[in-house]
């Protein structure tokens, strides 16, 4: 998307496309990951469910409904950033060839590191008592999530949330493609984090490289337990901090080293 759509389209025209690109994106990544886990393959997968019980209907229709929601915050702060971009307040650039093409590349994983630290503080900010029940009650109502519930934030949350994004155009120069391969990663591990099950295997949470990574367990423990784990991305806020849960490697192994019944009988009758 060139400079000349944000400075033709109108305000009306920049919101519609914002909303329909955050839509489209939850629709794909948290319908597909529904789809697959809650769906089409339940029964199979069902041995790496992190809670036993699934959510109820009526948190699955509260995750969507708040989360239709937060796009609207989403859309209209994309909005108010096309007009400081008209104005020449930030430091988003549309021709690859205004910068290097290694920082187009080098871009993306700093937006997720700002990203990261960035949600980490805001969090830890949200779970202050008198803070806690005005911002982010709403997205504790999951204690159980969904892959529905990655973007079911009260409108206070998510005007925090996506605070993110003029902290980038301000800080980092960046293009619109960058920023949207940033955004598609987030989506995936916002989906990934409130998915339910844990895709990752066992000894991933203590091999010397994926150990940085969050996983599904992780986010799951913070909203089933809400006092512990509260990264996003990566685990090193939580371990500089002391705030992983002491139970997240016991817990998270004894999802991931499940096998399924059928691969332990498969095993029994050929030994």
Known sequence: ????????????????????????RYLVFAGGAWLF??????????????????????????????????????ACVGVILAWFRRHGYTQLYFHLSDY???WFFLSIPLMLLLHDAWFYWTHRFMHLKKIFPLFHKVHHLSNNPSPWASFSFHPLEAVVEAGILPLIAFTLPAHPLAILIFLLMMTVMNVIGHLGYEIFPSGFTKNSITKWSNTSTHHNMHHRLVKCNYGLYFNFWDRIMGTNHEKYHEQFEEVAGRKRKDDLSSGRSSS
């Open 37 to 74: 886990f809650y769906v089409l393959f339940r029964r199979k997968v069902l041995f790496k469910r992190i809670q036993e019980e699934f959510p109820p209907r009526s948190k699955i229709r509260t995750e969507i409904l708040y989360s239709l929601l937060t796009f609207v915050i989403f």
């Open 100 to 102: 290097p093409l290694w």
């Open 1 to 24: 998307m060139d400079n000349a759509f944000w400075n033709n389209a109108g305000v009306l025209g920049q919101a519609l496309f914002g909303y329909a690109t955050f839509f489209l």
